[in-house]
């Protein structure tokens, strides 16, 4: 946040007024001047003004933490209050006496006071302000109270319309809120993703590309579209870019239909081992329309076995070999694998769905120097909407775009593309950098302190966002260590491990990821705890009064470390 410009040592305050609160705007200025560096947003005279203009600036600026407090006046206050409450950051509070501007600190840590000019009288006006200034805020009961007001309103239409829908989007926040996810593949979109994937967008039909469409009334999506496709170039530094595909499984059918036919072979990690089911399972479309070979990790090691993959690509030579994985928590070796391609005479498709995120933010090896093809989510690492996308080189551009539209796609989802947009443009900040490189940072630390109480890590430890526990030696097994986990507050996955003698419905692993958790704020100070928790847990799974102990000290780590709009100002 940005700190304000202050000339002396006293603390900062804004004010700000319309006209019908000029007057005793002047007046708290002169009254507290040396005891606040303030700052007057205006109006400087009592010409008539637009209230709404000066309460929403301060109120802005308080949100934003440039300033910790500001004072709006105008003639009721009523006015003022409202349009700065339109913020959901800002608790602004119309106060009228002394023991309502202590409420308003002490109760509800409101951010924002305002007056009414014509109804207040100055001596009072500088006696509320006074005793706002100078009460502190009480926290305890009121702290839970104080961060609902700061949530994102839900929709009032949604609530008259389908109070059904409503009430479970509720709770799923809820859930999300007050339990720590853990799920590799999942993570918190921004406010602004949301708002965008919400948007008037979802109303159009855009079939085409940009510029080229089969509709009217395109001149918006396509100028978004073509934003998004320009960010994902400059961030991935991609000769050619598809932000259309509506998954990462329809990006990766795209790949295949533009290149190959039916029968064809495809060589991509097992995923018994760690791969997709789009990387040639035999349930899924991969395995069906092609002929599917598998390679996988040394039975040691755990790590993906180089020279197997090459034996087999030789031998075979397959049309497409594909690297990349969903639960393997090793860099991949990318000049490898287009060494291999190459003596195979293979084409070379990275699936980096995972680990997108991590590349965008230079804490992962980019596949893009040496892929024909690489595919990726656009959510889990990346922080976006769901959806998929695909970069290649720029001889398969048109090949691509075919293959999506219209060969497997009609109209794209214009505001999943806005949104897209939008996450493409937040992974060049560096706060998002940093929210990467945390939840590499996290990983390790968490898989180490597992390791140190005993727990059997696959490959010995992570240099990506996951890892997968080995709960061979241990009490409870896959399924119920997701059950228990979950009963706890901590929400992970159970997960097949290589070489498994166990079924995949009660796999003898768990998945654990750490972008949620970090995008929250979370360091290695946190995961050692988180540590403790899930070795608690593991250990005892029947002991339910230590998973209710658990689950309570889970709540108050989330409090602590609160997502979206529940942050309180300091």
């Known amino acids: 946040m940005t700190a304000p410009l202050q000339r002396s040592s006293l603390p900062a305050l804004l004010i700000a007024s319309d006209h019908g609160g000029y007057a005793l705007k002047e007046q708290l200025k002169t009254a507290l001047s040396d005891e606040y560096e303030l700052t007057d947003l205006g109006t400087d005279s009592e010409d008539s003004v637009d209230y709404p203009v000066y309460a929403y600036r301060l109120a802005d600026m308080v949100a934003r933490g440039q300033y910790p407090r500001g004072i709006l006046i105008c003639g009721t206050g009523i006015g003022m209050s409202i349009a700065a409450n339109r913020n959901p950051l ?29 109804v207040t009288d100055t001596d009072k006006a500088i006696a509320i302000t006074r005793t706002w200034l100078t009460t502190p805020f009480a926290g305890g009961r009121h702290e839970r109270r104080v961060r609902q007001l700061g949530k994102i309103p839900p929709s009032p239409h949604l609530a008259a319309a389908d109070p059904d829908v409503f009430q479970l989007i509720d709770h799923e926040t809820r859930r999300q809120e007050e339990k720590l996810i853990m799920i590799a593949s999942e993570n918190y979109a921004s406010e602004a993703v949301l708002e965008a994937q919400g948007s008037v967008m979802t109303n159009k039909y855009a079939e085409g590309y940009p510029y080229k469409r089969y509709y009217g009334g395109c001149q918006f999506v396509d100028q978004v579209e073509q934003l998004a496709i320009e960010r994902a170039k400059d961030l991935f530094q991609a000769e050619h870019v598809n932000v259309q595909p509506l998954s990462g499984s329809a990006a990766n059918m795209a790949v295949y239909l533009s290149v190959l036919k039916a029968g064809d072979t495809i060589l991509g990690m097992s995923l018994a081992h760690g791969g997709h089911l789009t990387h040639g399972a035999p349930v899924s479309f991969s395995g ?17 076995d180089y020279d197997e993959i090459e034996d087999i690509a030789l031998r075979e030579r397959p049309k497409i070999i594909v690297a990349g994985a969903s639960s393997y928590s090793r860099e991949i070796d990318f000049p490898r694998f287009r060494r291999i ?4 005479g293979a084409m070379l498709m990275v699936d980096m769905a995972h680990i997108a995120g991590l590349v965008a933010a230079g804490v992962h090896p980019s596949p893009v120097p040496y892929a024909d093809f690489v595919t990726t ?5 990346m922080r976006g909407p769901r959806g998929g996308m695909i970069l290649c080189r720029q001889e398969y551009a048109s090949r691509i775009d075919k293959a999506i539209f219209p060969g497997i796609q009609g109209g794209p989802l214009m505001h999943v593309i806005a949104a897209k947009a939008v996450a493409f443009q937040e992974a060049m900040s560096e706060d998002f950098k940093e929210i990467q490189r945390r939840t590499v940072s996290n990983a390790r630390c968490l898989a180490q302190e597992l390791q140190r109480r005993d727990f059997s890590i696959i490959s010995g430890g992570t240099d990506n966002h996951l890892f ?34 166990r079924p995949p419905t009660d796999p003898s692993g768990i998945r654990l990821g750490t972008p949620m958790i970090s995008t929250r704020g979370m360091g290695e100070k946190e995961m050692k705890v988180i540590a403790g928790f899930i070795a608690a847990v593991l250990r005892d799974p029947e002991n339910a009064v230590k998973i209710r102990e658990i689950r309570e000290k889970v709540r108050e780590l989330c409090n602590r470390f609160p997502i979206y709009r529940e942050r309180l100002s300091s």
Request: proline letters at 2%; zero cysteines.
């Open 90 to 118: 800002v608790r602004a509070a119309l106060v009228t006496d002394q023991f309502t501007a202590q409420m308003a600190s002490e109760h509800n840590n409101a951010n924002i006071l305002v007056l009414g000019g014509r």
């Open 288 to 304: 069906i329309l092609f002929k599917s070979l598998s390679y996988g990790v040394n039975r040691e090691t755990h790590y993906l």
């Open 341 to 344: 391609a190459d003596r195979a």
């Open 377 to 381: 989510t656009t959510h889990k690492t």
């Open 468 to 501: 997968l526990i080995d709960l061979t030696s241990q009490p409870v097994k896959g399924k119920r260590a997701e059950e228990i986990l979950d009963e706890a507050g901590i929400t992970a996955n159970k997960n097949g491990i290589p070489f498994d003698q």
